[in-house]
């Protein structure tokens, strides 16, 4: 079966950086979209970011777009979420999830890794 887990997180000052790794295991890694979700209390779970081949297939949402940037190492079967300019709205639980390529949902995730920005 697939797994997943993160690492990286932490508690930074507004403006600082993070990078957020995924590992992936138990299947073929090019079969799988691997995606950034977070949570903040008393939120809903939001799509950060959906990790692509290159940089112009990766999707970002609107709140992260220009200070966040994803990316793949296949050599290592691993994602990473690179987080500048860290806002304390940024606060949250991060998730790296992954679905296969010819499904429309997200079946497996890894257990988040926390990330708390103070101002």
């Known amino acids: 079966q697939v797994q997943l887990a993160e690492s990286g997180g932490g508690l930074v000052q507004a403006g600082d950086s993070l990078r957020l790794s995924c590992t992936f295991s138990?299947?073929?890694?090019?079969?799988?979209?691997i995606s950034w979700f977070r949570q903040a209390p008393g939120k809903e779970r939001e799509l950060v970011a959906a990790?692509?081949?290159?940089?112009?297939?990766?999707y970002y949402s609107d709140s992260v777009k220009g200070r966040f940037t994803g990316s793949r190492d296949n050599a290592k079967n691993t994602v990473y979420l690179r987080l500048n300019s860290l806002k304390t709205e940024d606060t949250a639980v991060y998730y790296c999830?992954?679905?296969?390529?010819?499904?429309?949902?997200?079946?497996?995730w890894g257990q988040g890794t926390q990330v708390t920005v103070s101002s």
């Open positions: 990790i692509g081949w290159s940089a112009t297939s990766t």
């Open positions: 999830a992954a679905k296969f390529r010819g499904s429309s949902e997200y079946n497996y």
């Open positions: 138990g299947r073929t890694f090019s079969n799988y979209v």
